[in-house]
Structure formats: structure tokens, C-alpha cells
């Protein structure tokens, strides 16, 4: 079981940078993949990014060159760096992790945070 809690949301203008962090409780963090995913009023659920255990990572091509995935696992914590935020990307952003080999499926991934609220300002 893991516990996992989004933070670093809010409101930001075009053009801006947000860094988001996923932190997470229980078993071990490093054995786990995690993806960010986001979705926005009316929308469906979408990928943005993750990152396995080893470190690597998939891009979402709707945010590649802008958002980087990285992992510290000493302090059980995911990161999701936003640059050049678009109004698009305004969203609720969740973290999910999940103990096999989930991919960028949204149903394969067990385990979810409650999400936070990021609003990009035209």
C-alpha cells in the first residue's frame, strides 16, 4: 500500500514555471512507477508523464520540450517541472504509481493522489 499527495498547484501566468511534487508513504517508493496524469473540466483523464524505476522517463507529446519527470528516492518524491505553461495546461494534476509495469494507461495504475489544481492565466 502507498500513500501518495500532490502538491506545488496554483495559479500562474503564460509563459511561467510550476513544479509539482507527488510525495509518497509506505512500501518502498523506489520500486514503484509513477506517471502524472491531468484532466480538465469536461475532459477526459490524460497522460503527461512518467517514470520508471531506473529512472526512465516518457513524455507526453503534448507537453514534451516543456515538462521534465524526475524522482528523488530518498525523500519518496516525484517531481513534474511545467515550463512555458499554455492556458491548455490548466488542469487538475494527480500522481499514481504502481507496483508492475504500468505504462501510460491510466487504468494500470493502482494507487492515486487527490490532485492539485494548476491554472495558467492567458
Known amino acids: 500500500q502507498v500513500q501518495l499527495v500532490e502538491s506545488g498547484g496554483g495559479l500562474v501566468q503564460a509563459g511561467g514555471s510550476l513544479r509539482l511534487s507527488c510525495g509518497a508513504s509506505?512500501?518502498?517508493?523506489?520500486?514503484?512507477?509513477v506517471g502524472w496524469f491531468r484532466q480538465a473540466p469536461g475532459k477526459e483523464r490524460e497522460f503527461v508523464a512518467r517514470?520508471?524505476?531506473?529512472?526512465?522517463?516518457t513524455i507526453s507529446d503534448s507537453v514534451k520540450g516543456r515538462f521534465t519527470i524526475s524522482r528523488d528516492n530518498a525523500k519518496n518524491t516525484v517531481y513534474l517541472q511545467m515550463n512555458s505553461l499554455k492556458s491548455e495546461d490548466t488542469a487538475v494534476y494527480y500522481c499514481?504509481?504502481?507496483?508492475?509495469?504500468?505504462?501510460?494507461?491510466?487504468?494500470?495504475?493502482?494507487?492515486w493522489g487527490q490532485g492539485t489544481q494548476v491554472t495558467v492565466s492567458s
Open positions: 499514481a504509481a504502481d507496483f508492475g509495469a504500468a505504462t501510460i494507461l491510466a487504468n494500470q495504475y493502482d494507487y
Open positions: 517514470i520508471n524505476r531506473s529512472g526512465g522517463s
Open positions: 509506505g512500501r518502498t517508493f523506489s520500486s514503484y512507477v
